[in-house]
Nanobody, 119 residues
């Protein structure tokens, strides 16, 4: 059974920092690309940052320079360090694991963790 368990969300003031963690099942962590998505009320879910198994990273333009994604193979965990948080970062943040096998994309999602930035 694949599990993705997020933690680290909470309430922070504008300009503050948070680090989100996502602990993944050992069976997938080493072979799946990992990512963080977010969904604000009334908006579509969007990619925040992603990291491949080789360590290549991708960031949404809205968070570049403020957010860092990393993964620790010894802990089967992916992190999202968020600095200089803004009210527009308010959202539920979801951990994602994805892999394309023979042209079929397989993806798993965590339950989400709320990030609230007060102005």
């Amino acid at each position: 059974q694949v599990q993705l368990e997020e933690s680290g969300g909470g309430l922070v003031q504008t300009g503050g920092s948070l680090r989100l963690s996502c602990a993944a099942s050992r069976s997938i962590f080493s072979i799946y690309d990992m990512g963080w998505y977010r969904q604000a009320p009334g908006k579509q879910r969007e990619l925040v940052a992603a990291i491949t198994t080789e360590g290549r990273t991708t960031y949404a333009d809205s968070v570049k320079g403020r957010v860092t994604i990393s993964r620790d193979y010894s802990k089967n965990t992916v992190y999202l360090q968020m600095n200089s948080l803004k009210p527009e970062d308010n959202a539920v943040y979801y951990c994602n694991a994805a892999r394309v096998i023979s042209g079929t994309r397989y993806a798993y999602w965590g339950q989400g963790t709320q990030v609230t930035v007060s102005s």
